[in-house]
């Protein structure tokens, strides 16, 4: 597998790790920023001699947001010596509720603002940006994410050995 993104910048991006006492294990947060003019991927044969499709995409933007305060990213090694990465549930602060249409009349003030602002904060958000997407001559236009939210997630390696 072949990716190739001449003048690519890598801004902004980090990876805070904390300590989780509770969970005893490592909870970080971790934001990729990427940008390219151009990113081309393709798979060629071994000896290189015959390359399969190329997909190109100009004007490529990835800024990936995992893990927070709220919801850190879970990292863990199983007795095996298997990864566990992992982004569990958020739970909802005691005691109150959000009315049934949403609106902060009705609802509890201290748990809608609790959840207006996590789903408001740009901090928590990722976003991805194409600007034109193309499979060898075939162009399928621009494409774009906005303010996607991981609510949860878990990968896991396993040995196939066993």
């Not at 798979?43 to 399969?52: E, L, P, R």
Request: with cysteine; charged share 20%.
């Amino acid at each position: 597998m072949n990716i190739h993104a001449p003048s690519a910048v890598i801004d902004g991006s980090y990876i805070r790790i904390w300590g989780d006492s509770d969970r005893r294990q490592m909870a970080g947060k971790f934001k990729f920023n990427f940008y390219s003019s151009e990113m081309t991927i393709n798979t060629c044969s071994h000896d290189g001699s015959a390359c399969g499709s190329k997909i190109t995409m100009s004007d490529f933007v990835l800024e990936l947001a995992m893990g927070n305060s709220l919801q850190p990213l879970l990292f863990d090694v199983d007795g095996t010596g298997n990864f566990l990465l992992e982004i569990d549930t958020m739970a909802a602060p005691p005691g109150g509720s959000v009315a049934d249409n949403g609106l902060r009349n009705g609802s509890d003030a201290a748990t809608w603002d609790f959840y207006n602002n996590y789903y408001s904060s740009s901090e928590y958000k990722s976003n991805v940006s194409i600007g034109n997407f193309s499979v060898n001559a075939r162009d399928f236009g621009s494409a774009r994410i906005e303010g996607m939210i991981v609510q949860h997630l878990k990968i896991q390696t396993k040995d196939l050995g066993q």
